[in-house]
T-cell receptor, first 114, second 115 residues
Framework: AQRVTQPEKLLSVFKGAPVELKCNYS??????LFWYVQYSRQRLQLLLR??SRESIKGFTADLNKGETSFHLKKPFAQEEDSAMYYC????????????????FGKGTTLSVSS | ETGVTQSPTHLIKTRGQQVTLRCSSQ?????VSWYQQALGQGPQFIFQ???????GRGNFPPRFSGLQFPNYSSELNVNALELDDSALYLC??????????????FGPGTRLTVL
């Protein structure tokens, strides 16, 4: 079964501390993984995707197929990083090239305090 | 460029009633996906519409149905409402023109409460 697991409901850190939001997935095939973020009173938005291998707002995530993980990391947390973070897996093969469906984890609330 | 809009913002219904939620896709997008987000959960895929046809469905019963119109806007209809249908319903639009992964842009959601 295709599944995304985010084991932590809440992660609280101090400003300047390193952050790691955990994500594990279950998928038979070649996965496409994403991190979405939802800031307070804003809509859900894409933070980064594994295929682009980029750093967004200082966040990076590496796909580890051996451990089936896609953890989100940032070396120095900022207060503005406080938000809900969702890891998502693309469910792809039955869809045509126009479409995607995303399987989301339950989310982790990141709280950064000074 | 206009983002994804949804209406209404909030809705209260009683068990057994029917509800219609609406979504206007972002300019230039021809694919609309609907998600249900229960309290404390991540969004769960309901179905997707592409060129006015259903293009994939999640694990939801047939009383959840949808439509997509020629202007790519979409409706989600839920019949015979149950208490467990209380949730935030999210619409996301994407474009088929931009390559292998077409980023989904989410609307603000409609909060449905079933009493």
């Amino acid at each position: 079964a295709q599944r995304v697991t985010q084991p932590e409901k809440l992660l609280s850190v101090f400003k300047g501390a390193p952050v790691e939001l955990k994500c594990n997935y279950s998928y038979s095939g070649s996965p496409e993984l994403f991190w979405y973020v939802q800031y307070s009173r804003q809509r859900l938005q894409l933070l980064l995707r594994h295929i682009s291998r980029e750093s967004i707002k200082g966040f990076t995530a590496d796909l580890n197929k051996g451990e089936t993980s896609f953890h989100l990391k940032k070396p120095f947390a900022q207060e503005e990083d406080s938000a809900m973070y969702y890891c998502a897996l693309r469910r792809g093969t039955i869809f045509n090239q126009a479409g995607t469906a995303l399987i989301f984890g339950k989310g982790t609330t990141l709280s950064v305090s000074s | 460029e206009t983002g994804v809009t949804q209406s209404p913002t909030h809705l209260i219904k009683t068990r057994g009633q029917q509800v219609t939620l609406r979504c206007s896709s972002q300019s230039g997008h021809n694919t609309v996906s609907w998600y249900q987000q229960a309290l404390g959960q991540g969004p769960q895929f309901i179905f997707q519409y592409y060129r006015e046809e259903e293009n994939g469905r999640g694990n939801f019963p047939p009383r959840f149905s949808g439509l997509q119109f020629p202007n790519y806007s979409s409706e989600l209809n839920v019949n015979a409402l149950e208490l467990d249908d209380s949730a935030l319903y999210l619409c996301a639009s994407s474009s088929s023109a931009s390559g292998a992964y077409n980023e989904q842009f989410f609307g603000p959601g409609t909060r449905l409460t079933v009493l």
